[in-house]
């Protein structure tokens, strides 16, 4: 059974940086495509970025130029490099796969991201 462990949230300020880290077991790693998501208060969960096994970054448009999601596969880790951070990034992050893959593993218990000054 696939297990995400999703870490590095917290309280900051406008303008901040966070790194986020994802730890994916119970799978081959390196084979498999990975994306972050993030839920927002009453809102639905949507895909910011996804990379490919080889390393393909994509990024969605309102994180484009400030996030970086990168992974290392000797650790089963995927990452997420936030900077200039806005309000409007609060939410919870997680890590899955991404819309490309017909299924989705069980959700982790996710990470909290408060952007506020």
């Known amino acids: 059974q696939v297990q995400l462990v999703e870490s590095g949230g917290g309280l900051v300020q406008p303008g901040g940086s966070l790194r986020l880290s994802c730890v994916v077991s119970?799978?081959?790693?390196?084979?498999?495509?990975m994306g972050w998501y993030r839920q927002a208060p009453g809102k639905q969960r949507e895909l910011v970025a996804d990379?490919?096994?080889?390393?393909?970054?994509n990024y969605k448009d309102p994180v484009k130029g400030r996030f970086t999601i990168s992974r290392d596969n000797a650790k089963n880790t995927v990452y997420l490099q936030m900077n200039s951070l806005k309000p409007e990034d609060t939410a919870v992050y997680y890590c899955?796969?991404?819309?490309?893959?017909?299924?989705?593993?069980?959700w982790g218990q996710g990470t909290q991201v408060t952007v506020s000054s």
């Open positions: 119970g799978t081959i790693f390196r084979l498999v495509d």
């Open positions: 990379i490919t096994n080889g390393g393909s970054t």
């Open positions: 899955n796969t991404p819309p490309s893959y017909n299924t989705r593993w069980s």
